[in-house]
């Protein structure tokens, strides 16, 4: 769990690689194991947080690494906005969408949608919106000013995954 304690405008924290993991207050780690973790969770609002989900690599070259393959955005009374890329190829084949070469899952509310879809009718406080040259999903939840600028990436030995980034503004929440 990333706890912030008082950030400063433009902190930002991200998950990359075989998980290396950098906090909002420049600690750096590294986690391995493969499950469902809380990355961030809001100490204003218990409701609210992030969660990611580390998978084991199946290359022999990083046989004891994972990689993030996927992350959530929880906020109790908002829609619950995941994106993940699928590790079979029978998941990959019912992906609606494909990004930087990797098939991508986009749920709202556990209902699978296309990224360029229009979600205004949905949450007019929650944005997605797809930057295909640069690889990169950006969701922008605007009741806690929260930008999360999800990259897809492929490799030979770790495959297609994703990398997060988190940037806060210097209060959480507005209100």
Request: with cysteine; aromatic share 6%.
């Amino acid at each position: 769990i990333i706890t912030l304690i008082v950030p400063s405008p433009g902190t930002a924290s991200g998950i990359f690689g075989d998980p290396h993991i950098v906090t909002f207050d420049e600690m750096h780690f590294d986690c391995q194991a493969a499950g469902e973790f809380t990355t961030l969770k809001s100490l204003e609002n218990s409701n609210f947080k992030i969660q990611e989900r580390f998978t084991a690599t199946e290359s022999g070259a990083c046989a004891q690494a994972s990689v993030s393959t996927g992350v959530a955005v929880v906020d109790v009374g908002k829609p619950i906005i995941q994106i993940s890329t699928p590790r079979t190829s029978t998941q990959a084949s019912s992906s609606l969408n494909t990004f930087n070469g990797c098939p991508i899952d986009f749920y709202v509310d556990g209902s699978a949608r296309q990224l360029d879809a229009d979600l205004s009718g949905i949450d007019a406080s929650i944005s997605v919106s797809a930057y295909e040259d640069e690889d990169t999903i950006k969701i922008k939840h605007d009741d806690t000013l929260l930008t999360l600028n999800v990259t897809v990436a492929k490799s030979t030995s770790l495959g297609c995954h994703i990398m997060v980034q988190v940037t806060l503004p210097g209060l959480f929440r507005s209100g």
